[in-house]
Each structure stands twice: as C-alpha cells, then as structure tokens.
C-alpha cells in the first residue's frame, strides 16, 4: 500500500467467487445463487432484478442494460447492447413542428423502448442455469413484503421529492404518505411485485406483449406519447463483440456504440503517451491531464457518435493511434487547450454489477432508468417507473444523435473490462452519468499507473470537465484546485459525490479474487 492514500475500508478476498453491488441486499442475493450452483450471469442478474426494486431511483425493470461477459475469463468476449429504440413515430419534424427542439426529461418523449428486462433473458438464455422463475425470486419478495430504505437511497429519494410530486402516478407508487422515504423506512411495491411475477412465470413476453405492455402503452398515449404495442413487441437485444485498446499492457473492452465506451478509450489512448506515474495520483498535473483527455474524448464523441444502426462511425479511424497522437500533442501541461464548448445531457443514476464465478466466469453489468428517478411517469396498474434515456436524443436533423424512428439514443452507461493476454484481470465500472469514461479512466489509472488496489483505486477523489467547469470532489487537496485554476481551469466544488464503483481483481496465480465497492453508495463486495 502507497503511503499517499489509506483507503476508506478493505479489500475484500475470495478464492471462489466475488460480486460488487451498489446495495448489501443485492451482493447478498448474488452470493446465494452463486453458492446454489448459478453462474456470474445468473447472479448479475439476481441482483439487478432486486436493485430495481430496492435502489428506484437508479435502476428498474422500465431501463435498459449493458453487459460484457466472458466465459470461464479466457474465452471470446461477448457485448449485449440492452438499450431501447423510439418508438416507430419518433421522428425529428414530429417535434421540430410542434416547437420542440429538445426531448423534455419528463415528458413521454423521453421514454425509450424499455430494454433491460429482454437483455437479462438474452444473457442467460447464452451463459445462465437458472430462469427469471428463481432469479427474480428475491426482487418480488422485496417488493411484495418490504424493503428497508438505505442511507445514500433515502437521500435521493429527498432530492427527487419535488420531481415525484409533478409525475405521472410516480407520488402514488413512490411518495408513501406524501413524503420521501427516510433512511429505515419499509416500503412496499405490490403492484411492481404482481409483474415482476408474471415475468417470473412467462418470461419476458410478459413484459413486451399482453397486459403489461398494453397498461404502459396506454399511459405513455395518455399523456401524449407516440408508442404503440408493436414499438414494445418488435424490441430485440443486440449481441455483439467488444471495441478495445491497449493502455500499459492490458487490453480495455468496452460495448460500441451507442454506448459511449469509446469516448473511455479514445481517454486512454491519449493519456498512454503520459507517463501519468511521474506525476502524484492527486497532482494538479495528473487532474489537468485527464481534464483535457476528457474534453477532447467528449468532443470527439459528439461529433461523431450516435446509434450505428442509422450513423455511419468510423471506429477504426477514432481507436487508431494517429487519432490519439493528433490530439495529445496539442496538449501542454501549463495551459488549456482552445477546444468547442460541448455540453451533452447529464444522465446521472445507475447501478453497476460486477461478479466472477467459481468457474471464473465474468459479468460487467450495468442497468440504469438514466436520470433519477427516470421519467417520474410509472405505468398505472403495473408499478414500472420508465426510463427518461430519450432525453439524451438531439432535435437536430444531420447531428449523429437526433432523434428517429426505431433509433438508440447514445447512451452514458458503460460496463467494462481489462485483460491481460487474454485472460480477465478486472471487471469493473464505475456509475454516473457523464462521469462514467472518466471514472473507468481514473479507476483503472489508479491501479495501472499508481499501484493502488481495487479499493483504493474507487475510493481516490475524483473531478469531472463538464459543462466548461471543472467539478472536484472535497478530498481534491487545495493546491492542487488552485493550481488548477492558475492553468486556467474554471473550477467549483461538487456537493454530492461523482457516482460510484464496482471493481474485482482476478489474481490467477494465486488463484483468488479482490473486490471493492464504492463508499460514495450504499453497497459491498462479498466473496467466499
């Protein structure tokens, strides 16, 4: 351990098995299906499907879903893009007449063909032993008996009250008693406990037909939207192969676009021509760095980067070398770099997953109903909360990212993993909207380039370039701020922490596992 950083809580070490979540119920859950004999994708799953009813405001059976998984940590990566498509009516002259040039948060525009819950029985149709029958078991018992409210979930749960009131059926289902739930509260779910059940029984049909997707459609036309049963029935999950780079010798994965992983490794690509070890892991010159890593990444992306399915993306030509050597050679350690203001959506909650199995199976798992508390719109029998990943969309005709038919709006969620030839060293993510290819860089630079361990590495104050400003977390020390803003970075302090982690080292020599989870949230590593 470095003498410059103590972390905030321990390692936690395994030999079989390891999962990170963002909520001890949920690590717990995927424990007690590894240990009956499931795979990493069997218990990702466990815990999502729980998270979505114990964490509301990140995550929900109404979001969508990303994942990596590698069989037995040496075998061909596998990416499952889980993210919905607008509906079949959605295009960019619908909204540009009726004077609309940007999809609002909470409207039923900015609700996304909800994705997760086809994702979840795609990946284990491909790596489970166990169906939506067992796997969702703990989640209706969480919603159909009670759930004790954790402190960080409570918290935003205060922040969101304002936003829950205004929504549609959101204060019915989510404000028990007119008010947030505090921290100890039981709250209970059943109607969200009935469906998840009839999912449980008949697989994700029950989501994307019948009753269920006839009750959500029915309240999104009600207030305005545009989707039908066919835009719920005709949803696919996309099964693909990761893009990567190299960065000190391990090889970064990441799911294409429309996920934003790429914006990760263009990060990585040009920060490997630093030798960021020379400088002090909270240096005014390690944070200048990753600032102008991100503003060039976020820009890039940007320009470039939408739903492949309807935009040509050169990936080749943005992951190339010359493409990284081109913008880190403008970069200067005693300026800032002359660059185009961008300003891309912020899509701050999520919940990140990480488990390695007995069999050294590994799943990098992410589930999000983007902002918090999504849309604030919940279907009016079933108890599902709807995603607001609309919102990310452009109203801007020729823009990467605008708005179409049956289109992926480019999403900030991102699960991800290294390895080293070949084999899987570590599964990890980090949650928070915008912040998420930053955090990923800073976490794996932290291990990479300072030596920490997983914990340390989560735990180390992080600073997001948003928006022009420079936003620090408090335990970025004061010289280094203003030293940052002799640079000429404008900077301010952050008032709630930049998301949080999940990581787990495999150390295949010793044969054992090396969990951390992030202290900025609620949850644990567990293994045994």
Sequence with gaps: MRNFHFAGRSTVHGRNAMVATSHPQAALAAIEILQAGGTAADAAIAASALLSVIEPQSTGIGGDCFALYQPKGTGKIVAYNGSGRAPAAA??????ERGI???PLTSPHAVTIPGAIDAWA??????GRFGFDKLLQPAIKAAAEGYVVAPRIAFDWRNGFEKLKKGVNAARYLLPHGEPARTGDVIRQPELAQTLKLIADNGPDAFYKGAVAQDMVETLRGIGGLHTLEDFAEHTTETTSPLGTVYKGFDVWQCPPNGPGITMLVMLNILSRFDLGKFGPLSVERFHL???ATRIAYMMREEHIGDPAHVDIDVVRILAREFGEEHCSKIALDKLLDLPHVAPPMNPSTVYITVVDEDRNVCSFINSIAHSFGSAIVSN???ILLQNRGAGFRVQPGHPN??????????TIIPSLATENGRARLSFGVMGGQYQPVGQVHVLTNILDYGLDVQEAIDLPRGLHYEGIYQLEDGVPA?????LKQLGHKVSPVGTPH???QGIWIDWDKGTLTGGSDPRKDGCALGY
């Design 381 to 383: 029998k079933t108890g």
């Design 402 to 411: 605008c708005i179409a038919p049956k289109k992926r709006p480019l999403h």
């Design 91 to 96: 295009k960019a002259e619908w909204f540009l």
């Design 479 to 483: 010289a280094t701020v203003e030293s």
């Design 499 to 501: 998301g949080g982690g």
């Design 122 to 127: 795609t990946i284990l149709r491909d790596h």
């Design 290 to 292: 990753e600032a102008e």
């Design 101 to 103: 040039d940007a999809i």
